[in-house]
């Protein structure tokens, strides 16, 4: 039975990063003291798996590496030695390690050996320590990778006995022991015996009860790792004695790279053994390999078969309840489709109104079938917050602060592709609160706060956005200090007065920072200009709300998701273009007094105090060729970063909600142009990329920059 | 013709040769063109496209296929002869191409569409070297199928210099 296991590698490497993901999670979350039984088993639980999945793929290193982990992890669970901040970062910097680990085979890099044997000798002098039994390493596996499976370079010709007693109660769990010994004969040449002795008499047989054991002589250089991987997922199952000792028996003789034949030979041999030996007893177990080869091993991998196989498709985990609700509308909309099929074989006026219900069913299945769909690629953010306590717990100790982390509304779902730009930008705010925001815990208590800063992270769902803040209750951001940097870089003027609000924007501006060292925690040259650059790429606002002495707040506001925009319909020389909703910020007819001519070239608009730049899409987008134009225009004033401009139209249409669709994969990337949508008739409308456009607008841009600061 | 042989099937002769395929003929300015059967996803008639800025006059702007937006290029235009109305017998063919950065899915105006040839390695010849006069860096090669001379367009070319390597002077 050859399956090939690499389909479910990318199963495998999946499931062991959520593993760690749980190790990481419960290790950082683990009492110190005397073992916390439940935290304790979900952690250990979770090592159990990836290095039980790490030896069906033959992933010895990683198999071995975790094998340490998870021996300190099982004598902390069986209460022999207590939980200790040693054995707690030992443990977190295995998980690393081992991320590390994985990652690396997945990619087919090389693994950073230094960095897993100084681990592995952590956890080893861990375990040495204290009066818990050391549980020996087997140190006859050395690390290798799974390319080197099946040809190990042992150093002797040894003969393992292996003694294989499967429990009674072995097939009903699905086990096949033929299985296991094809299995074991891939190690080597294998010689099976059959163990008879414990088969009752054929009255008082139970048929699916295994009475059978196998004593197996393998031949070969096999690493005991090795040989036990093969007995992983049946270890609860059976008694499995493996002794090695030098065995002369003819025709045993050591195969340091076995043939393929000679595999396929010794397979043959013991699969012929068992039911040989088996019916010279009383009765035979379903052992006839046919239908119980085509067994997968159940017990851990049930989901494996409808994963895709594929390592570089991304996948998404939809709970049943959503994939349930799709089935449910779709099979509605069956129905619907079949009731207005009916009206298509044979009209007749009379049948007007029928057609209509139906028509208002069809939309409504429509509606609800989007809906639920865009629900599909909608995550909780807990997806993304999770990575906090550990960054957290790691930036405080290394910043000498004390600082506990408070999150809520984990579950507020958002967009995947959202869920996965968001993390950069919050990291670098978590880093710059602890860095910057929070005090020392001296200067804590010096001032009457107590030592332990808060910072706390928290998601909503408010209108169609979803709003995360990110709070610590430390000094606030310095005013005196931002203002006189941002005077120095010559980003505000000297003699400019301007109000709280506008100096804690200024930490926004491209240029900025005020750290005065660069430390390793943030100010590496990457701004909060950036932050709020990736914010609004996301089509989202940041805002910065500071008290001095009580802290720093900054509210991230974000669309639930990046395939639907509010629009506003414009027309431009007949042709319909899309403007976001969210950047508009008032349309008005134009005044033909207040357009006038800067230098003769740029437009600008007075918009009451302001003068704003205008750009006519009309001339932008070369549409003015053989279009008229029209006497009554209008202007759009759309805003980004502060900047804003006017955007001339011919008119104004309806707004709607529209579907993003890529231009890009088909085409390419349009200046001007974020993307495409289809109208209710069917037809392209382009969707204005209004970051681009304002910034297009170049020098006249800046202008309105300096407006918007003081404004 | 002799001269161009061995250089032609050193670069391209084994692939042609390989392709022992199926071609869907279409006429454009009265010749004959050819293109890979198993590339053609679909054949409609034409509609209005909406045009996108800042492209070549041989771009017709894109449609709404099904849900996907798809460009449309007009190969007349494209191929420098004359533009014509937009009749009854115009046909968009709307194709797989392969560049050297994705797959995309375009539609490509012609005149009509003519027919389906099984056209051999063997039945193949290499465009012969006109001078600079004429490009031929998009055909593939030349067939006679019944007398009549086919030209296998080579479509992966022509999409991958127009939308690959021109961008990068629009940004």
Same mark, same amino acid.
Request: glycine share 10%.
């Given at each position: 039975?050859?399956?090939?296991?690499? &389909?479910?590698?990318?199963?495998?490497?999946?499931?062991?990063?959520?593993?760690?993901?749980?190790?990481?999670?419960?290790?950082?979350?683990?009492?110190?003291?005397?073992?916390?039984?439940?935290?304790?088993?979900?952690?250990?639980?979770?090592?159990?798996?990836?290095?039980?999945?790490?030896?069906?793929?033959?992933?010895?290193?990683?198999?071995?590496?975790?094998?340490?982990?998870?021996?300190?992890?099982?004598?902390?669970?069986?209460?022999?030695?207590?939980?200790?901040?040693?054995?707690?970062?030992?443990?977190?910097?295995?998980?690393?390690?081992?991320?590390?680990?994985?990652?690396?085979?997945?990619?087919?890099?090389? !693994?950073?050996?230094?960095?897993?044997?100084?681990?592995?000798?952590?956890?080893?002098?861990?375990?040495?320590?204290?009066?818990?039994?050391?549980?020996?390493?087997?140190?006859?596996?050395? *690390?290798?990778?799974?390319?080197?499976?099946?040809? *190990?370079?042992?150093?002797?010709?040894?003969?393992?006995? !292996?003694?294989?007693?499967?429990?009674?109660?072995?097939?009903?769990?699905?086990?096949?022991?033929?299985?296991?010994?094809?299995?074991?004969? &891939?190690?080597?040449?294998?010689?099976?015996? %059959?163990? !008879?002795?414990?088969?009752?008499?054929?009255?008082?047989?139970?048929?699916?009860?295994?009475?059978?054991?196998?004593?197996?002589?393998?031949?070969?250089?096999?690493?005991?790792?090795?040989?036990?991987?093969?007995?992983?997922?049946?270890?609860?199952?059976?008694?499995?004695?493996?002794?090695?000792?030098?065995?002369?028996?003819?025709?045993?003789?050591?195969?340091? %790279?076995?043939?393929?034949?000679?595999?396929?030979?010794?397979?043959?041999?013991?699969?012929?053994?068992?039911?040989?030996?088996?019916?010279?007893?009383?009765?035979?177990?379903?052992?006839?390999?046919?239908?119980?080869?085509?067994?997968?091993?159940?017990?851990?991998?049930?989901?494996?078969?409808?994963?895709?196989?594929?390592?570089?498709?991304?996948?998404?985990?939809v709970?049943i309840d959503k994939v349930d609700a799709l089935i449910n509308l779709v099979g509605e909309l069956v129905i619907t489709q079949s009731m207005l099929s009916r009206f298509g074989e044979h009209f007749d006026p009379s049948m007007l109104e029928a057609l209509q219900d139906g028509l208002a069913q069809l939309g409504r299945n429509t509606r609800e079938l989007q809906e639920t769909v865009l629900k599909i690629r909608?995550?909780?953010?807990?997806?993304?917050?999770?990575?906090?306590?550990?960054?957290?717990?790691?930036?405080?100790?290394?910043?000498?602060?004390?600082?506990?982390?408070?999150?809520?509304?984990?579950?507020?779902?958002?967009?995947?592709?959202?869920?996965?730009?968001?993390?950069?930008?919050?990291?670098?705010?978590?880093?710059?609160?602890?860095?910057?925001?929070?005090?020392?815990?001296?200067?804590?208590?010096?001032?009457?706060?107590?030592?332990?800063? %808060?910072?706390?992270?928290?998601?909503?769902?408010?209108?169609g956005?979803?709003?995360?803040?990110?709070?610590?209750?430390?000094?606030?951001?310095?005013?005196?200090?931002?203002?006189?940097?941002?005077?120095?870089?010559?980003?505000?003027?000297?003699?400019?007065?301007?109000?709280? &609000?506008?100096?804690?924007?200024?930490?926004?501006?491209?240029?900025?920072?005020?750290?005065?060292?660069? *430390?390793?925690?943030?100010?590496?040259?990457?701004?909060?200009?950036?932050?709020?650059?990736?914010?609004?790429?996301?089509?989202?606002?940041?805002?910065?709300?500071?008290?001095?002495?009580?802290?720093?707040?900054?509210?991230?506001?974000?669309?639930?998701t990046?395939a639907i925009l509010d629009g506003q319909l414009v027309e431009?020389?007949g042709q319909v273009?899309v403007?976001?909703l969210?950047?508009?910020?008032?349309?008005?007819?134009?005044?033909?007094?207040?357009?006038?001519?800067?230098?003769?070239?740029?437009?600008?608009?007075?918009?009451?105090?302001?003068?704003?730049?205008?750009?006519?899409?009309?001339?932008?987008?070369?549409?003015?060729?053989?279009?008229?134009?029209?006497?009554?225009?209008?202007?759009?004033?759309?805003?980004?970063?502060?900047?804003?401009?006017?955007?001339?139209?011919?008119d104004l249409l309806s707004q709607q909600q529209v579907v993003i669709k890529?231009?890009?994969?088909?085409?390419?990337?349009?200046?001007?142009?974020?993307?495409a949508t289809i109208l209710g008739d069917g037809s392209v409308a382009?969707i204005?990329?209004?970051?681009?456009?304002?910034?297009?607008?170049?020098?006249?841009?800046?202008?309105?920059?300096?407006?918007?600061?003081?404004? | 013709?002799?001269?161009?042989?061995?250089?032609?099937?050193?670069?391209?002769?084994? /692939?042609?040769? /390989?392709?022992?395929?199926?071609?869907?003929?279409?006429?454009? /300015?009265?010749?004959?063109?050819?293109?890979?059967?198993?590339?053609?996803q679909e054949i409609k008639g034409w509609d209005r496209a909406t045009?996108?800025?800042?492209?070549?006059?041989? #771009?017709?702007g894109v449609i709404n296929l099904r849900g996907t937006i798809v460009?449309i290029?007009?190969?007349?235009?494209?191929?420098?002869?004359?533009?014509?109305?937009y009749g009854p017998t115009t046909v968009v063919v709307v194709?797989?191409?392969?560049?050297?950065?994705?797959?995309?899915t375009?539609g490509?105006?012609?005149?009509?569409v003519?027919?389906?040839?099984?056209?051999?390695?063997? @039945?193949?010849?290499?465009?012969?070297?006109?001078?600079? $006069?004429?490009?031929?860096?998009?055909?593939?090669?030349? /067939?006679?199928?019944?007398?009549?001379?086919?030209? #296998? @367009?080579?479509?992966?070319?022509?999409?991958?210099?127009? @939308?690959?390597?021109?961008?990068? $002077?629009?940004?």
């Open positions: 039975m050859n399956i090939d296991l690499s &389909q479910f590698l990318a199963v495998f490497y999946e499931e062991s990063f959520e593993g760690l993901a749980v190790m990481e999670h419960g290790l950082l979350t683990l009492p110190e003291g005397p073992a916390d039984r439940e935290g304790v088993d979900a952690i250990f639980r979770a090592a159990h798996s990836i290095k039980g999945g790490a030896g069906t793929f033959g992933l010895g290193a990683v198999t071995e590496y975790t094998h340490r982990a998870e021996t300190l992890l099982d004598e902390i669970r069986a209460g022999r030695r207590p939980v200790t901040s040693a054995a707690r970062e030992a443990l977190l910097q295995a998980t690393d390690v081992l991320a590390q680990m994985l990652r690396a085979l997945q990619q087919g890099e090389p !693994v950073d050996e230094a960095a897993i044997s100084a681990s592995a000798a952590r956890l080893d002098l861990l375990l040495r320590e204290g009066d818990a039994v050391p549980v020996p390493v087997h140190p006859d596996g050395p *690390s290798r990778t799974d390319a080197e499976l099946g040809g *190990s370079s042992g150093n002797d010709d040894n003969v393992w006995q !292996v003694r294989f007693q499967p429990h009674a109660h072995f097939f009903r769990t699905g086990n096949e022991p033929l299985r296991l010994l094809r299995e074991l004969a &891939q190690l080597g040449e294998c010689r099976v015996e %059959t163990l !008879v002795a414990s088969v009752p008499p054929l009255s008082t047989l139970v048929a699916d009860d295994c009475h059978l054991g196998f004593s197996i002589k393998l031949a070969g250089t096999a690493p005991e790792t090795d040989i036990r991987a093969v007995f992983d997922w049946v270890e609860s199952d059976c008694d499995l004695d493996l002794t090695r000792g030098r065995d002369a028996t003819p025709g045993l003789l050591p195969l340091a %790279t076995a043939e393929a034949g000679e595999i396929a030979a010794s397979a043959v041999t013991a699969e012929a053994d068992v039911p040989v030996s088996a019916s010279s007893g009383t009765s035979v177990p379903p052992a006839d390999g046919a239908p119980v080869a085509s067994q997968v091993p159940a017990p851990r991998e049930p989901r494996s078969a409808n994963r895709p196989a594929d390592a570089q498709a991304q996948s998404i985990r709970g909608m995550l909780p953010i807990s997806v993304c917050f999770s990575r906090f306590p550990r960054l957290v717990h790691d930036l405080s100790a290394r910043l000498g602060k004390q600082v506990e982390l408070k999150l809520s509304g984990e579950q507020t779902e958002l967009d995947k592709t959202v869920l996965e730009n968001i993390g950069d930008p919050l990291v670098h705010l978590v880093r710059n609160c602890l860095d910057h925001g929070l005090e020392s815990p001296e200067r804590r208590l010096a001032i009457g706060k107590p030592a332990t800063g %808060t910072l706390s992270m928290q998601a909503w769902h408010e209108g956005a979803i709003v995360i803040e990110v709070a610590d209750d430390g000094g606030g951001l310095n005013r005196e200090r931002i203002h006189a940097r941002a005077v120095e870089r010559g980003l505000v003027a000297a003699g400019e007065i301007l109000t709280e &609000q506008a100096i804690d924007d200024i930490i926004f501006l491209p240029g900025f920072s005020t750290a005065e060292t660069l *430390s390793d925690v943030s100010g590496r040259g990457v701004g909060m200009d950036v932050v709020r650059r990736n914010i609004q790429s996301l089509g989202g606002q940041i805002e910065v709300k500071s008290r001095s002495g009580q802290g720093t707040t900054f509210t991230i506001r974000l669309p639930l990046l431009v020389a273009f403007v976001p969210v950047s508009i910020v008032e349309s008005l007819q134009i005044e033909p007094r207040a357009l006038s001519r800067v230098s003769g070239a740029a437009e600008v608009y007075r918009l009451r105090e302001d003068y704003i730049p205008t750009l006519r899409l009309r001339e932008a987008f070369g549409l003015a060729a053989g279009a008229v134009e029209p006497v009554r225009r209008l202007i759009v004033v759309v805003e980004v970063e502060g900047a804003r401009v006017g955007l001339v139209v011919d890529s231009l890009e994969s088909n085409y390419r990337q349009v200046p001007g142009v974020s993307g382009l204005l990329d209004v970051n681009a456009l304002v910034r297009s607008g170049g020098g006249l841009g800046r202008v309105s920059a300096g407006t918007g600061v003081a404004a | 013709m002799n001269s161009v042989l061995p250089e032609y099937e050193a670069h391209t002769g084994q /692939a042609l040769l /390989a392709r022992n395929g199926q071609y869907l003929t279409f006429i454009l /300015a009265g010749e004959e063109y050819g293109v890979d059967i198993l590339r053609v045009p996108i800025p800042h492209t070549p006059a041989h #771009l017709l460009p290029m007009d190969l007349r235009l494209r191929f420098g002869l004359s533009p014509v109305d194709l797989k191409v392969g560049t050297a950065t994705r797959e995309r375009m490509f105006v012609v005149d009509a003519s027919d389906v040839h099984d056209i051999g390695g063997d @039945l193949l010849r290499p465009a012969p070297d006109f001078g600079p $006069a004429v490009d031929l860096r998009f055909v593939r090669g030349l /067939a006679s199928v019944e007398e009549k001379m086919v030209i #296998l @367009l080579d479509i992966d070319g022509l999409v991958g210099r127009d @939308l690959d390597e021109l961008p990068a $002077a629009l940004q």
